[in-house]
């Protein structure tokens, strides 16, 4: 894929397993890499030692991105440093385990925040530097087949992800006449984030989980990252407003 190289891409949410796999994978293509996520500097580099060894291309800011201003201050210095953005891809979430009634209005607010209104900020503002700067960039966002299958003890999350999914459709419409595309990655199990730690600490919880995909099994971080280097491959130059549900035919059994 000699398409990525020296093409900057931009990835929020990059210290969770997924954006690390993605910020690698993108890295193995020479893609000169920025990754944001919530913690410090120095944090950051203690929790992905990488940060400190590669070089020049890939790069870390610390944004806050239900924050539009930090995350439009963050699009505008990395085009002024490094060029002309090419690829975004917002995947910065957060989740709570908690039904309806023991869901808090700040919870349910923050993930609002930062599923829904974090990844428009990001979207919006490198679609507007790809009009800018006359280039027909790609987007993506990172769903989950929560967005179709209701999760009885992840409401806001679902909610979220279901938003975010026409935002992507909306959004794949209005910018297709600059040849910008934008598209949707949607996981089902994913050995990453909180369901990593839980399965790590208790090997029958993943088995259970495993058992009931139709593929009979897990996605790995890994996994997904080669599914967002094909989506913004030119392989897949006619497709944009699709959802691309990875999820071993979860859906197939609890649509």
Not at 7 to 13: N, Q, T, Y
Not at 119 to 129: E, I
Not at 181 to 194: C, D, H, K, Q
Request: charged share 20%; with cysteine; hydrophobic share 45%.
């Amino acid at each position: 894929m000699e398409e990525y190289k020296n093409k900057v891409v931009l990835i929020s949410g990059g210290l969770g397993d997924i954006g690390r796999a993605m910020a690698e994978a993108f890295l193995t293509q020479q893609a000169i890499v920025c990754i944001s996520d919530r913690f410090e500097p120095q944090v950051a580099r203690a929790r992905w030692p990488l940060l400190d060894g590669a070089g020049a291309r890939l790069f870390y800011d610390q944004v806050d991105v239900a924050d539009a201003r930090q995350v439009d201050a963050w699009v505008q210095r990395i085009r002024q440093e490094l060029g002309a953005i090419s690829i975004c891809i917002a995947n910065a979430a957060c989740v709570t385990i908690k039904d309806f009634s023991t869901l808090s209005n700040e919870e349910w607010k923050n993930e609002m925040a930062v599923n829904l209104d974090g990844s428009f900020f990001l979207a919006n503002a490198c679609a507007k530097s790809f009009v800018e700067t006359g280039l027909a960039g790609s987007i993506v966002f990172m769903g989950s087949w929560a967005a179709h299958a209701v999760h009885q003890n992840l409401p806001a999350y679902s909610v979220s992800k279901a938003g975010l999914r026409m935002l992507c459709q909306a959004m794949a419409l209005e910018y297709a006449t600059y040849g910008i595309r934008v598209n949707e990655i949607a996981p089902g199990y994913v050995n990453a984030g909180l369901s990593k730690v839980v399965w790590s600490s208790n090997a029958e919880l993943q088995m259970k989980a495993k058992a009931v995909v139709p593929l009979g099994q897990i996605i790995e971080a890994e996994e997904v990252a080669k599914q967002v280097l094909w989506i913004c491959s030119d392989n897949c130059k006619h497709m944009t407003g699709t959802a691309i549900v990875m999820d071993g035919g979860l859906s197939l059994i609890r649509p």
